[in-house]
C-alpha cells in the first residue's frame, strides 16, 4: 500500500516515518509539505493512503481533501488540534490522530484498512485501555461528538449496541457493553449490573436499596441501581 505524507513539519514527517517503519506493508512513496505539493505529487504517485496535517500555510488538510476529486484515497489526518475532528469525520476520513502519534492508536487505525487487516493484527498489539483524560470520537448517524472520555457518565447496552451518556448527547454505537468495559479503566469506570456501566467520579449520591443493593445517583440526574453482588464489590473497593 502506498502511502503519501503531508505536513509543514519536518520533524513530524520524519517521527511517522519512524513508525511506519513498523509497517512493511506500508510503502511511503512521497511526501509533501504543503497541499499544493501534495495535490502536484497525487497525480503521479497514485497513493492509496494520505496522511495529512490540519493546519499548514495557505490551504489547510480540511480544504485540500475537500477539493480532491474522486476516487480519493484512505485519509488519516494527524494533528495536534482537536477541533477538526467533527469535520474530518464528516469527510470520510479514515481516522483522526493527535500528534504525537500513539503507536498502538496507529495500529487500529491500519487495521480498518482492507488489505493490512490480517498481517497487523497478528505483529502489532490493540488499543490498550483508554484514559479519563484521551478523547475519543463518536458518530451517530450524521451526528459526530470528539468527547472526552472523562465526560462520559454512564453507558448503557442495547442488545449489541451501547449507548453512552455525555452532556446533553445519548448517541448510540454498534459495539456491545462488554467490548467498551474492555476499553474502559477500571479506576474510573464501574460495572454497576449487567446493563450498565458508571463513571465514578459522576457519582452524586448514594442510597440503600432493596436486597442490600445501592442505588447511585449520577450528577445529571441519572440513577442506578447495583445488585446486591456489584454493591458489594463496589463497597470493598471503595472503601478506606
Not at 19 to 41: M, T, Y
Not at 87 to 114: G, M, Q, S
Not at 196 to 201: G, V, W
Request: glycine share 6%.
Amino acid at each position: 500500500m502506498k502511502a503519501l505524507l503531508v505536513d509543514d513539519e519536518r520533524l513530524a514527517r520524519n517521527e511517522l516515518r519512524r513508525l511506519l517503519a513498523e509497517f512493511p506493508e506500508v510503502e511511503i512513496v512521497g511526501e509533501a509539505a504543503n497541499a499544493k505539493q501534495a495535490r502536484d505529487l497525487m497525480g503521479t504517485l497514485k497513493p492509496d493512503l494520505l496522511f495529512l496535517n490540519v493546519q499548514m500555510p495557505g490551504e489547510t488538510g480540511i480544504d485540500f481533501l475537500e477539493s480532491l476529486e474522486p476516487p480519493v484515497p484512505n485519509v488519516v489526518f494527524t494533528t495536534a488540534y482537536d477541533e477538526f475532528a467533527v469535520k474530518a469525520f464528516e469527510l470520510n476520513a479514515l481516522d483522526y490522530l493527535l500528534k504525537p502519534v500513539d503507536p498502538a492508536r496507529l495500529t487500529a487505525t491500519l487495521e480498518r484498512i482492507p488489505g493490512l487487516q490480517a498481517s497487523t493484527a497478528s505483529k502489532h498489539p490493540r488499543p490498550g485501555i483508554l484514559e479519563a483524560g484521551d478523547k475519543v470520537f463518536v458518530r451517530e448517524g450524521e451526528k459526530c461528538w470528539f468527547v472526552e472520555v472523562g465526560q462520559i457518565r454512564l453507558l448503557e447496552s442495547e442488545g449489541n449496541y451501547t449507548r453512552v451518556h455525555f452532556g446533553e448527547a445519548q448517541p448510540q454505537l454498534f459495539r456491545s457493553l462488554n467490548a467498551m468495559e474492555e476499553r474502559l479503566d477500571p479506576k474510573f469506570f464501574f460495572r454497576a449490573n449487567r446493563r450498565q456501566i458508571i463513571n465514578l467520579s459522576w457519582i452524586a449520591g448514594i442510597e440503600p436499596w432493596f436486597s442490600s443493593g445501592l442505588l447511585v445517583n449520577l450528577k445529571g440526574g441519572a440513577k442506578v441501581e447495583l445488585s446486591r453482588r456489584q454493591a458489594q464489590e463496589f463497597r470493598e473497593r471503595m472503601s478506606l
